[in-house]
Each structure stands twice: as C-alpha cells, then as structure tokens.
C-alpha cells in the first residue's frame, strides 16, 4: 500500500525539480546580458563578418570571459567604442579582479571626450594595478588626463605623480604635468616640463599651444606668435597607445581597420609588426593605401630602393600622390649626398639631384606649401650650383613652417656660406629656438658664424 505512494512521491519530487529546472534555465536565459547592437551599414564586408561570428559566441555562452573580451576588443580595434564600453564592463563583471577591463572600457570613453564617465573606470583600473603589483603607468596616466580634462587639476596630481614615478620620460606625462602647473599658474615649471614634449607625435600641436601661452605671459609676443603658428600648422596629435590598447588593436579585422593600426604600429617603433600585416593586405590585390604605407615603413627603417619601388608602385595607383612624390624627392636626395661623397662633380649624383628636384616640383604642383618638399627642393638646387633659386626655395620652406628648426637651419647655413651673416643670423637664432633639446647642429651653426665676419650685401 505503501509502495506506490512512494512511488508518487518520487514522481512529483522529479516533477518540481524538472519545472524547477525549466524555470531556472529560463530565468537564466532571461537574464543573460546579451550584446549591444552595432551598426555596420557600409563597414568592410570581412569586419561585418567577424563582429557577427563574435556576437554569435557571446550569444551561444553568454557568461564566458573570453566571448565577451574578443568581441570587447574587435569593436575597440574598429572605433565602435561605445559598444565596446558595453563589453568591456560585462568581461569586468565576469573577472572583476582584472585591471585592463575597466582601463579599456575608460579608455574608449576618454577617446570621445567622454572624461567625466572615464573617470569611474579609470580610477578602478589603476587601483586593481597597483594591487595587482603590475607597475603600469598607462591606468593612472589616463586617469589624470581625464581629471585635468573634467577640470579637476588637484585631484589629478597623485595618480599623475604615480604615472612619472613609473614612467619618467613619457611626453604625455610632462605634458600632464605642465596642464597642472598652468592650472596653478607656475608658468616656469610649465615651460620645464614643456622641453620634454614639444617634438613629440603624441603631444607636440597641444605643447607649442602651451608654449605660445608661456611667452605671451612673459612678454615675448614675436616667440609666442611664432609657437602660436607652429600649432595651428601642426597636424593633430597622435593618440598615445600603450601594450593593453595594443593588444586591443592586434584583433583588427578589414583593410582600413587593420591600416590605421599599421600607423598607430609605425609611430610606436613598431615597424616590423606594421610590416608583417601590411604584406598581408598586399596579397589581397593592389592598393595605393597599403603601397605607402609599406613605403614608409622601408624608408623609416633605412631601406630606401626598397622604399622607392614601393613609391613608385603607389604611383601607378595614384600619379598624384603628394605624399609619394615628397617622399621620392627625399630618397633621391639622400642618394645624391651619399654618391657626392665620391667628388663633388659625380655625374651620377648630379642626376640623382636632378631627379629629386623633379620628384619635389610634382608634390609642390598639388601642394605649393609642402615645406618639406620646399626644403628638399632647396637642398638640391643648391647642389646643382643655383643657389638663388635654393634661397628662394628655402626661404618659402621657413614661410610655410615658421616653427620648424631644420628648414631656418638649412637656410641659416647657405647664407652663412654665402658671407651673408646678417642674413643668416636671425634663421639659425630660430633653428636654435626650435631644435630638440639634444640637436647639436644650430648650436654648431651660431658658433661658426661667430667667428666670421659680415661678407658682401647681396
């Protein structure tokens, strides 16, 4: 009589442990943080694909790190930052311990001006570093840089102290640095740390701004006018990548993705790794874009018929390639100087100059104020025996680029050559005043004209 009651009751028990477990697995499907939507109308068809497949994982195990950290890190790498924000703050619910989560999602956030809403996660990955023991400055340099951005400057100091303490020499920490002294009107200690940051792509048009500031407050007005120019000549300042961004970036996906993060490669002396993804992207068909790149990156690591090849290709693609053309003219000039090293008179660096003026006078039809090109243009006219021309040509470089120290230098040095001293002092005074602080040759230049005397008027 007994038996099947027992029976019953083993039956009802399954029952309620079975609905239970139909309520829990939909309980749990109900509250499963799912991914952002994204908006990918025109993205490259391979970057739609990979952000697909990656939510599709995230869908499939949607309580799993590394779903969430791959999918986080594919959308940073291809600036959708506010849906990466998203992800990253699901992988630092999942492993809460991790620094770099919140430091990537404060990161993102700082990237769109968003420096009030960095501040939370920021202030939580340097605090996880520290008690990880991982001496990464990047979390406390970013944290300062958003409390200096939301006007905070007191409260950015200790985590800005922390980031030199682990980092002496970053231009974006003296460059914090002199924002704070500014804030607190310590105009020599602004201009200290500004020595440190003027010549740098991170921070240079942000520094010559500040350093116009300097000499407005201590009654230079024709030095700040010349700092004020230089910034606005200036291009932007490239944004500071440190290895936990890096990392993000190495899960690009699609051509024009996986180009920007071959600049950002080349500007942190990473021209190898830039090399090994752009010969990728070659493989996939011609492109003008991956030709300069892969060119720059030959001509800033010194192999320069390697670079002229690829410059040249990139002209099939693109005849009027400003860039391409420069960058020729400077390749040919180089060659030149180093064949003339043989005899002045070498035929062969003759042509080599001759070439480079060409190449030089192709990027000035498409850009008459390419100070750069001017300079090369200059430089080989003057070896060619035209030296009027070459002042002329010099002359128009320092115009265009008022706050750059090699072109007054070159043009310093000519007429120095030429006995015209009068002329020549006021362009090796402003190479002087805008040199790196290790560049010996304005120096050199000013002591040389020291020891002439004024030659003929002409």
């Not at 009651?5 to 028990?13: D, K, S």
């Not at 010559?208 to 200036?234: I, M, N, S, T, W």
């Not at 001509?299 to 020729?328: K, M, N």
């Not at 850009?367 to 750069?372: C, E, I, N, R, V």
Request: glycine residues 6%; hydrophobic residues 45%.
């Amino acid at each position: 009589m007994h038996a099947p009651c027992g029976r019953w009751a083993v039956v009802v028990l399954l029952s309620i442990a079975m609905v239970a477990s139909g309520v829990w697995y939909i309980w749990r499907s109900w509250t499963a943080p799912q991914p952002p939507s994204i908006t990918l109308v025109g993205a490259d068809p391979e970057l739609v694909e990979a952000i697909a497949a990656a939510r599709s994982d995230v869908l499939r195990a949607p309580r799993a790190l590394e779903s969430w950290s791959k999918l986080a890190k594919l959308l940073r790498a291809s600036e959708h930052l506010d849906e990466a924000v998203v992800c990253f703050g699901h992988a630092e619910r999942l492993d809460p311990a991790e620094p770099r989560w919140p430091y990537l999602a404060g990161e993102a956030l700082a990237r769109q001006n968003k420096h009030q809403e960095a501040l939370s996660p920021l202030a939580r990955a340097a605090h996880l570093s520290e008690a990880a023991g991982l001496r990464s400055y990047a979390p406390f340099l970013r944290w300062a840089d958003a409390l200096l951005a939301s006007g905070q400057p007191d409260a950015a100091e200790p985590p800005l102290r922390r980031a030199l303490e682990l980092e002496p020499d970053h231009p974006n920490v003296h460059l914090a640095l002199a924002q704070l002294a500014r804030a607190r009107e310590q105009w020599d200690q602004v201009d200290q740390h500004l020595q440190r940051c003027l010549h740098s792509p991170f921070t240079q048009r942000k520094a010559c701004g500040l350093k116009a500031e300097v000499c407005q407050r201590r009654g230079d007005r024709d030095l700040a006018a010349e700092f004020g120019r230089r910034a606005l000549d200036l291009a932007a300042d490239s944004q500071w990548i440190d290895d936990w961004v890096l990392d993000a970036l190495h899960h690009a996906v699609g051509k024009t993705t996986r180009l920007r993060m071959c600049d950002d490669l080349m500007i942190l002396g990473k021209p190898a790794e830039a090399l090994r993804v752009l010969t990728e992207l070659a493989e996939a068909g011609p492109d003008y874009r991956v030709r300069i790149s892969m060119a720059r990156v030959f001509f800033l690591g010194g192999e320069h018929e390697q670079a002229q090849r690829e410059f040249q290709a990139a002209l099939t693609l693109e005849p009027d390639s400003v860039t391409a053309h420069y960058y020729l003219s400077r390749i040919l000039w180089l060659k030149g100087e180093s064949l003339r090293e043989r005899g002045q008179e070498n035929p062969q660096a003759l042509e080599a100059f001759r070439a480079a003026v060409a190449a030089a006078r192709k990027a000035l039809v498409h850009k008459p104020d390419h100070a750069q090109a001017l300079m090369i243009l200059g430089l080989c006219l003057e070896r060619l025996g035209q030296r009027e021309a070459a002042v002329a040509a010099l002359a128009q470089a320092v115009h265009c680029a008022p706050g750059s120290s090699t072109p007054a230098l070159h043009l310093g040095e000519l007429l120095l050559d030429a006995g015209r001293i009068d002329q020549a002092r006021p362009h090796l005074e402003r190479a002087l005043r805008f040199a790196l602080p290790d560049d010996p040759r304005p120096k050199a230049a000013l002591q040389r004209l020291a020891g002439k005397t004024p030659g003929p008027k002409n």
